[in-house]
């Protein structure tokens, strides 16, 4: 029947998504307890205040501010997150995420503005790229923000937030859309706003040549989401959106901040660390003019979100803190 062809499966990348013939997707949470969290406006919690903003139609964020903040209205430091998942699952919303960030504000005692973006495979790459540009447009909208004439401008930032300290920072995914950021943070004004540092922990990249696992799940996510192949790109770890790298990328020189952290675990099964040395070898030898730290743990992807009191995630955190304060 027409609803049985309309139910078939397009695309299997279980535990991850499924696009059936229809244009249904269907994503799957398998971690114990992962659910949708409201934010806490009006009672802070762990300290932190947060709250969901509403960008643009197809953008928001969740903002979160040091409670502790209110009373001494100090001006913080601004870190913009992106959240990981393939750039096909999670969200900003969601309790491991909200949890994670909500301990960043409260032990970097920074203004977080962690941004929710559209997913692959209903929009394609390029839209993700632009949400979160459109993110940190809105951000770099609140500079000089007396004489703005933004609608949305938002008062957490406009009255605790210090735009000469801008950070950047994502895990996996996240980290692929730091670095996307940080690039046409180079080309294109964002109101006089510039990015002080970029955070890329687990960077969301594939290179050729090193022992790719086509069977892995970011090799399989990539190709099913990657956008046609330009003219002379032989496969899908060619595209300068995945590959850095790539012949048809942009030089590493033009990273458009003074300093990088670069995060890579010795057990990630799914970036190996092997991806991440490339990248961080390859910004080395494309000439960028900045201030590069490399931080090896030794544990597994993205760990720190979903064991926040192991002793490495602490000195993660503890590194960050170092970054962000410039010790």
Not at 224 to 251: H, Q, R
Request: charged share 25%; glycine share 6%; net charge negative.
């Amino acid at each position: 029947t027409a609803s049985d062809d309309n139910d078939e499966i397009v695309t299997d990348l279980y535990p991850f998504y499924r696009l059936y013939k229809s244009g249904r997707v269907e994503r799957f949470y398998d971690v114990p307890g992962y659910y949708y969290v409201e934010p806490s406006p009006y009672h802070p919690s762990n300290s932190v205040f947060s709250k969901d903003v509403s960008i643009s139609p197809h953008v928001s964020a969740r903002l979160y501010l040091p409670a502790e903040n209110t009373t001494n209205a100090q001006k913080l430091p601004v870190l913009i997150y992106y959240h990981g998942g393939g750039l096909v699952k999670d969200s900003a919303t969601f309790n491991p995420i909200h949890d994670y960030v909500n301990s960043l504000a409260s032990e970097l005692n920074v203004v977080v503005v962690s941004v929710e973006y559209r997913l692959a495979p209903e929009v394609d790459v390029p839209t993700i790229y632009k949400d979160c540009w459109t993110a940190l447009q809105w951000v770099s909208s609140h500079v000089d923000h007396e004489k703005s004439t933004i609608v949305n401008k938002d008062s957490w930032l406009a009255n605790y937030g210090d735009f000469c300290r801008v950070f950047l920072a994502g895990d996996s995914a996240g980290g692929h859309l730091v670095y996307h950021m940080t690039m046409r943070a180079g080309k294109d004004v964002l109101n006089n706003m510039k990015i002080t540092g970029s955070i890329l922990a687990y960077p969301y990249f594939l290179f050729p040549n090193l022992d790719i696992d086509e069977e892995g799940f970011a090799y399989r996510i990539w190709v099913s989401i990657c956008p046609p192949l330009e003219s002379g790109l032989s496969s899908p770890i060619d595209s300068p959106f995945i590959n850095p790298l790539s012949e048809k990328a942009p030089s590493l020189s033009g990273l458009a901040c003074s300093r990088i952290l670069v995060c890579g675990g010795k057990k990630d099964e799914i970036i190996p660390l092997r991806i991440v040395d490339r990248f961080v070898e390859g910004v080395k030898e494309n000439g960028w003019d900045g201030e590069l730290e490399y931080l090896e743990v030794d544990d597994g992807h993205a760990f720190q979100i979903f064991k926040p009191e192991s002793e490495e995630a602490k000195r993660m955190m503890k590194r960050y803190a170092d970054f962000i304060y410039h010790k």
